[in-house]
Nanobody
């Protein structure tokens, strides 16, 4: 079991950058596949990115591919989301999530039993 806590809430200008962090506590963090999701008002929770146990494989939603980068540091029990070229439509609550499942590639919310509480990101125009 793992507990997650996001940080990096902020208000940023369109075109700017922001780095979100997710601190994990619990056993065997390096054995968890990690993901980032976001949820805008009135919208379903949306997949953004996922990263393999060792960090050697990543997969991104098309809308953020080339702008966002997911990474992890297993020695520090941390996962990150570097967000560049931010747009107003990126405004949402951002969540990190963890799973031990290998049944899917990690794009569905139902694949992740462990979630952080979320952090607000607002991009102004």
């Amino acid at each position: 079991q793992v507990q997650l806590a996001e940080s990096g809430v902020g208000l940023v200008q369109a075109g700017g950058s922001l780095r979100l962090s997710c601190a994990a506590s619990g056993r065997a963090f390096s054995r968890y596949r990690m993901g980032w999701f976001r949820q805008a008002p009135g919208k379903e929770r949306e997949f953004l990115a996922t990263i393999s146990w060792g960090g050697g494989w990543t997969y991104y939603e098309d809308s953020v591919k080339g702008r966002f980068t997911i990474s992890r540091d297993n020695a520090k029990n941390m996962v990150y989301l570097q967000m560049n070229s931010l747009r107003p439509e990126d405004t949402a609550v951002y969540y990190c999530a963890a799973t031990t499942s290998t049944a899917g590639i990690g794009v569905r919310t139902t694949e992740y039993p462990y979630w952080g509480q979320g952090t607000q990101v607002t991009v102004s125009s």
